[in-house]
């Protein structure tokens, strides 16, 4: 019986650990039903449940991946109560999946007992409580409750700091079973192991499954994703970012590719018009880039740029708003106040500006923007002309005809902005100029 669960088991954790997800599903839901036979709070079962949970999320099949980890909560209620850990765990990954859903209001509650109980047990330093408290960070900034938000994140920078100096792990880490030094602690210990960290072992147990085949290095899977993408072939482009993504969650805490790949998967869906899942994806490495980096860095405004066009895209003008002012932000202390990538949000506000009737910030913004470019990239560059035509379409709203001629006869057939009035094009949305190396200080 055993074996007959263990082979599907084994299976589905080398497909996924190949990126290839829908295989794993399906051997992990052959697994499931194997498993049931033990019971369900036997060990196997949880953890075929976890890892069935990770998959369908990845595959962001939120539906099917709600019910899996609401079971898991329920497990864990039952044999352990609310205070446990192996609860808290669980309802963090279910909150996870609410908030990618945009469904904050599910989310957060789960994410309060999550780090209530973590804190209680594992003290405000662990890194698994800063791992709630950047999430629970991110979900009060998109609910506009940025002043909660910004407090989470102090006590989050403040307790990693503590980390740091007593020279603690960066990598979030599961807690391990209690030592079994007389017979009340033995059996804790062993009822803790029956529920500790699921789906650390079933990631784990991806080390156990030889390797059939050699895996693609994770700077393989970027090239050929680069090339699928460049020729079209969006599929297989997200097939290869998403091996990619799977590759770097195994690599160092401060490793750059993780937030890379997640990045770039994010594009492919955007060209796939998949905005919602283009959107939870790069949520998901502004999130990290911020744990990572800080708020104000150009590899945080990198992927907030990538947002504030997705948000102008899809009506939601506060929120574009709010991410190109960031950016401007960022932009202008890291490169200058003349560097293209401040340039860019410029134009980018405003074309917000423009399409919302605001046409006087909209105007301010074209200038700033041309005034820029002239310097840095000549009259003639089309850059330059692409926010000269933005300005001479504003003009001629407003009735300004004379103006408008005068700027247009320098852009004539010129498209309007990087984000255009009326319709968003991707290879321009999603494009920022290439950064130079910060300004010497």
């Not at 898991?72 to 109560?81: A, N, S, T, V």
């Not at 050699?214 to 699928?228: C, D």
């Not at 960022?330 to 009737?357: E, P, R």
Request: hydrophobic share 40%; glycine share 6%; with cysteine.
């Amino acid at each position: 019986m055993d074996n007959d669960w263990q082979k599907p088991f084994k299976l589905a954790v080398e497909a996924s650990r190949a990126g290839n997800h829908e295989y794993a599903e399906l051997l992990l839901s052959t697994a499931l039903l194997e498993a049931e036979d033990f019971g369900k709070a036997d060990e196997r079962y949880i953890i075929t449940l976890v890892g069935l949970t990770d998959v369908l999320t990845k595959q962001f099949k939120f539906r099917r991946a709600e019910k899996t980890g609401r079971q898991i909560l329920d497990i864990f209620r039952e044999i352990h109560g609310t205070e446990h850990l192996s609860y808290a765990d669980s309802a963090f990954r279910l909150g996870q999946i609410y908030h990618m859903q945009q469904k904050y209001g599910q989310a957060e509650p789960l994410y309060k007992a999550a780090l209530s109980i973590k804190t209680k047990q594992l003290g405000g330093e662990n890194a698994s409580v800063l791992q709630v408290l950047h999430a629970y960070a991110d979900l009060l900034n998109q609910t506009h409750r940025e002043l909660e938000a910004e407090n989470l994140r102090a006590c989050a920078q403040k307790a990693a700091q503590a980390r740091q100096s007593n020279n603690s792990l960066n990598a979030v880490q599961p807690t391990p079973p209690p030592s079994q030094t007389n017979n009340q602690t033995a059996a804790a210990g062993a009822s803790e192991h029956a529920a500790w960290s699921a789906k650390v072992r079933f990631d784990a147990a991806a080390a156990e499954v030889p390797n059939k085949v050699p895996a693609l290095s994770y700077e393989e899977l970027e090239e050929k994703a680069e090339a699928a993408f460049a020729s079209g072939h969006y599929d297989k482009a997200l097939e290869f970012w998403n091996q990619a993504i799977s590759q770097a969650e195994g690599f160092a805490a401060k490793d750059a590719r993780l937030g890379k790949a997640l990045d770039k998967a994010g594009e492919v869906l955007f060209a796939m018009e998949k905005f919602g899942q283009a959107e939870m994806i790069w949520g998901r490495s502004l999130q990290l880039k911020i744990s990572l980096y800080g708020s104000n860095h150009p590899n945080v405004a990198d992927t907030g740029h990538h947002l504030a066009g997705l948000h102008y895209l899809m009506g939601r003008y506060t929120e574009a708003e709010n991410y190109a002012r960031k950016c401007l932000q960022v932009y202008s202390i890291a490169y200058g106040k003349n560097h293209a990538s401040v340039a860019l949000c410029h134009h980018n506000l405003a074309t917000l500006f423009h399409v919302q009737g605001r046409y006087a910030e909209a105007e301010t913004e074209y200038n700033n923007c041309i005034n820029i470019r002239k310097a840095a990239l000549g009259p003639t560059h089309k850059d330059t002309m692409h926010a000269e035509k933005g300005l001479a379409d504003l003009l001629k709203t407003l009735g300004r005809d004379k103006e408008a001629e005068q700027v247009s006869a320098k852009a004539n057939g010129l498209v309007t902005g990087s984000w255009k009035a009326l319709k968003l094009d991707a290879s321009e949305a999603l494009q920022p100029s290439p950064p130079k190396e910060p300004r010497r200080r």
